[in-house]
């Protein structure tokens, strides 16, 4: 079957580091995205890490472990605006992306 | 570009009534997903299209949903009859796949979203 898991909800403090994972079991791996979504609005792509290693973007980072079936967003000095769901995802293979439940982020002052 | 888009934004109707939600993708893209997202079950893939063929339906709950797409400009999810545990919001999203879903162009791998159809059924 198809499965991921990542924490249902963190709590970090503006200005602080935070890493939310990721680890999944899919039939198929064709690469793993990160999306953030804040309340009420659409799913916006953050990063693809499709071989092992970290991938750094700005204040985002991503790191992949491919035999571990493992994942993580870094997220650096943390703003309010960061607060959002944050979704892990694993495209399985063809055409097919399977999105986990998400992460929901709380920044507080 | 403006993107992804849907409408309507916001649907009410009652139970047993045809809900039709519609898409734009963003041009040039080749493959459409509809995903249907609520608190209890996260975002779910319900069915997508490559080349304006449907390409996998094993996620649509029942044959009450149907989907099409006359052209790759156009998508339509429709709901005949509704009802109240279909209450959700309904993504559309697009893409540039090229064959077997692989990447095509640069940074284009990843999905664009339309902005949601929020619907409730009473």
């Known amino acids: 079957g198809q499965n991921i898991d990542q924490p249902t909800e963190m709590t970090a403090t503006e200005g602080a580091i935070v890493q939310i994972n990721c680890t999944y079991q899919?039939?198929?791996?064709?690469?793993l995205f990160w999306y953030q979504q804040h309340a009420g609005e659409a799913p916006t792509f953050l990063s693809y890490n499709v071989l092992d290693g970290l991938e750094e973007k700005g204040r985002f980072s991503s790191f992949l472990s491919r035999s571990k079936g493992y994942s993580y967003l870094l997220l650096k000095e943390l703003q309010m605006k960061d607060s959002a769901s944050y979704l892990c995802?694993?495209?399985?293979?063809?055409?097919?992306?399977?999105f986990g439940a998400g992460t929901r982020l709380f920044v507080k002052a | 570009d403006a993107g992804v888009i849907q409408s309507p934004r916001h649907e009410v109707t009652e139970m047993g009534q045809e809900v039709t939600l519609r898409c734009k993708p963003i041009s040039g893209h080749n493959s459409l997903f509809w995903y249907r997202q609520t608190m209890m079950r996260g975002l779910e893939l319900l069915i997508y299209f490559n080349n304006n063929v449907p390409i996998d339906d094993s996620g649509m709950p029942e044959d009450r949903f149907s989907a099409k797409m006359p052209n790759a400009s156009f998508s339509t999810l429709k709901i005949q009859p509704s009802e109240p545990r279909d209450s959700a919001v309904y993504f559309c999203a697009s893409s540039l796949l090229g064959a077997r879903g692989l990447a095509g162009g640069s940074s284009s791998y990843e999905q664009y979203f339309g902005p949601g159809t929020r619907l409730t059924v009473t």
């Open positions: 995802a694993v495209k399985t293979g063809g055409f097919k992306t399977i």
């Open positions: 899919t039939s198929g791996f064709n690469g």
